[in-house]
């Protein structure tokens, strides 16, 4: 930082709440020094509940990751549960670590778009019971459109100006349109963060974040290979924006390691995507994490072009440019909401790297060489700090928690390198929240049940082991809502695609992952279903394919089966190619119809589907198109009855359920 530039400000991102309830409350957030935070709850009690914490007390960790860029970690255990169904006000002040200052900083200080008009605090509400929530999947910065994460906040605004938050919503009298509950939750299915899909801007954005902050240099595995043996010598490389694919030398040994890591722009059946400016290092993804969340940074920078860019990539850049802006004038908003809903996470293949763990020939080559290697433990180190923490902070235990401390102070030792190793085995990233219903989190990218028949075949999204686990997780319970980043119930045609591909080996070419694309886990979840001791009614949230709908799913046979409602919200900010979907949409239908036999080739011939259509779409169609956000409305049972899409356009789409269009599936 030079002597001209002003301070970073105190809170960099947060406080976003993650899990709650009536006795814990897990906050995060990121700061630009070492503070003591006071942090005062108002539930309607008699008096504030108040706690002063310091690093290092129980219940706040920092973990440091630069000169200015701290991570608290707060994890509060109350002795007396605090009240649920009712609006509970907090505020987070902080006091720098220094000697003689004394100063409290409100968020009125730090963060004076944080509350709700005519609300003097943030809030949240601990739901007894789940009437509604919010969730939704792929979130990309430079995708020209809305942000349905400000759909969320412009909801929560309007029920605040109602009337006090409803925890409670009875399904209307016919004719009647009643505003939803206050959303116990919002659920991020998967693609918080693109890591390897990074705008021309963004990447400029992240570079002088680095340096703001102070972020630590990296010496990078394999640098003798890339042409970059430093984080810094990256960052001043000539092919550092936008040709990121070209730092590995064009040896044989190299092409199958070029096409997993930087092979996203060459699919040319579903995605269209650039993988040319994936993040590498440990800093590049870290600050990634605080400019897609806060608009805290943003004052800071500019984004005026490098001079290192050439004519065939400025003007790339500088329309990428209007679109970042743009999405950054949304960052208050999203700030906003995370600081008032409980917000769970579960990371999918873009958090990561295009594909991740597609196959067990992808695995074989992205894990056997060490840049490839490092680039996915980076991304996987990042979400540790930023997502998986606050999901279920009891899954990492204090010695995990001292080696990232000393990964994050050495970056690239061997320290850093066995932190990797360790985060790649790690069998804990699923969870459970103890809601009514409960909301069960399945991990479908690191427990994969690989082909031994042929490496280049699709693995199956979970193994018999962690299937095995999720069905005594589900057993006894009466109703859940099961979170799987990938629908379990997709599009036949285009799985049908997937797995013409796959048969010929080029998986890679369209996303080949489905839950029936492998006979193992394909059959066993099915089975789940079936076992007489699970859940009679499934809620399955779902995000990941860049379009929306909704599934009513019966088990045929003799004894009737669950109910399972298969609802996917994609993307937050990100669509499917519109001719293509129309195409796909209509082809599906008429392909799948009830009669057809090809509903006999598939997995789930003996399940009846019952497709919700979206309100106002085309005849014909029966999926959504649209960035914004899921909200589903469920009744005492664990029953939805409403869902709806929050689209950026203002519209709130709801989805039908039409009887007479049931198919076999």
Same mark, same amino acid.
């Given at each position: ?404 401390? #000393?990964? $994050?102070? /050495? +970056? ?6 066995? =932190? &990797? %190793?360790?985060?790649? *085995?790690?069998? @804990? !990233? ?49 109703? #859940?809502? $099961?979170? /799987? +980043? ?6 036949? =045609? &285009? %799985?049908?695609?997937? *797995?013409?591909? @796959? !048969? ?68 937050? *900010? ?92």
């Amino acid at each position: 930082m030079t002597e001209s530039a002003p301070p970073s400000p105190w809170v960099l991102a947060g406080p976003i709440l993650r899990q709650c309830t009536p006795s814990r409350l897990v906050c995060w957030l990121a700061v630009s020094a070492p503070v003591s935070l006071r942090i005062r709850i108002d539930s309607g009690e008699s008096s504030l509940r108040e706690q002063v914490l310091v690093p290092g007390d129980p219940g706040c960790r920092m973990l440091s990751a630069g000169t200015h860029l701290h991570y608290l970690l707060i994890d509060l255990r109350f002795d007396v549960p605090l009240p649920q169904d009712c609006w509970i006000g907090y505020t987070v002040a902080l006091q720098p670590l220094t000697e003689g200052d004394d100063t409290w900083l409100e968020h009125a200080d730090w963060a004076p778009g944080l509350c709700y008009p005519g609300r003097p605090t943030p809030g949240f509400v601990l739901s007894s019971r789940i009437h509604s929530l919010l969730h939704g999947s792929c979130r990309k910065p430079h995708h020209v459109g809305g942000d349905g994460l400000i759909e969320a906040d412009r909801l929560l605004e309007r029920l605040l100006a109602q009337a006090a938050p409803q925890t409670g919503q009875l399904p209307p009298k016919d004719g009647e349109e009643a505003p939803p509950a206050w959303p116990s939750v919002l659920m991020m299915t998967g693609d918080q963060v693109y890591a390897d899909d990074v705008a021309g801007p963004m990447l400029h954005a992240i570079h002088q974040v680095i340096a703001r902050l102070g972020l630590p240099d990296e010496p990078l595995a394999g640098g003798e290979l890339t042409g970059a043996d430093s984080a810094q010598a990256l960052y001043r490389h000539p092919a550092g924006f936008y040709r990121r694919e070209t730092l590995l030398p064009r040896h044989a040994r190299n092409y199958a390691l070029i096409e997993v890591l930087f092979g996203g722009v060459e699919k040319p059946v579903f995605t269209t995507d650039s993988a040319h400016n994936h993040l590498i290092s440990l800093g590049e993804v870290l600050a990634m994490y605080l400019l897609v969340w806060s608009p805290a940074l943003w004052s800071q920078i500019d984004l005026s072009p490098p001079a290192s860019l050439d004519a065939d990539v400025l003007e790339r850049y500088r329309s990428e440019c209007g679109v970042i802006q743009d999405f950054v004038a949304g960052l208050p908003a999203v700030r906003r909401l995370f600081a008032h809903l409980p917000t769970a996470m579960i990371f999918d293949d873009h958090d990561i790297t295009d594909d991740w763990n597609l196959s067990r020939e992808w695995e074989e080559v992205a894990y056997g060489h060490p840049f490839s290697r490092r680039v996915i433990g980076n991304a996987v180190f990042g979400y540790l700090i930023n997502q998986a923490w606050g999901n279920q902070p009891d899954a990492f235990d204090a010695q995990l928690l001292e080696q990232a401390q #000393v990964s $994050l102070d /050495s +970056p690239g030792t061997a320290v850093h390198e066995a =932190l &990797i %190793e360790r985060l790649l *085995r790690f069998e @804990s !990233w699923h969870y459970t929240w103890p809601t009514q219903p409960p909301l069960v989190v399945v991990d479908t990218r690191t427990h994969r049940w690989r082909s031994e028949s042929a490496a280049r075949q699709p693995s199956g999204l979970m193994n018999w082991e962690s299937l095995t686990d999720l069905q005594q997780t589900l057993k006894g319970l009466p109703a #859940v809502l $099961l979170v /799987s +980043p990938t629908p379990i119930f997709g599009v036949k =045609l &285009i %799985e049908s695609i997937q *797995r013409v591909f @796959s !048969w010929f080996g080029q998986s890679l070419l369209v996303d080949a992952e489905n839950w029936m694309a492998h006979p193992g886990s394909g059959h066993a979840i099915l089975n789940i279903f079936r076992h007489p001791k699970t859940p009679q009614h499934f809620v399955v949230l779902s995000g990941d394919v860049h379009y929306s709908f909704v599934y009513d799913v019966e088990l045929r046979g003799r004894v009737r089966g669950p109910d399972i409602w298969q609802i996917s919200s994609s993307g937050l *900010r990100n669509t499917f190619p519109p001719r293509l979907l129309d195409v796909l949409d209509r082809a599906n239908r008429w392909l799948y119809s009830p009669r057809s036999p090809l509903n006999w080739l598939t997995r789930r011939r003996h399940l009846r589907v019952i497709p919700r259509k979206p309100d106002g779409i085309a005849h014909g169609r029966r999926l959504l198109n649209g960035s914004g956000i899921g909200l589903v409305e469920l009744d005492m049972e664990g029953v939805p009855w409403r869902i709806r899409q929050l689209l950026c356009d203002g519209q709130n789409v709801s989805f039908s359920r039409r009887e007479a269009e049931s198919r076999w599936d």
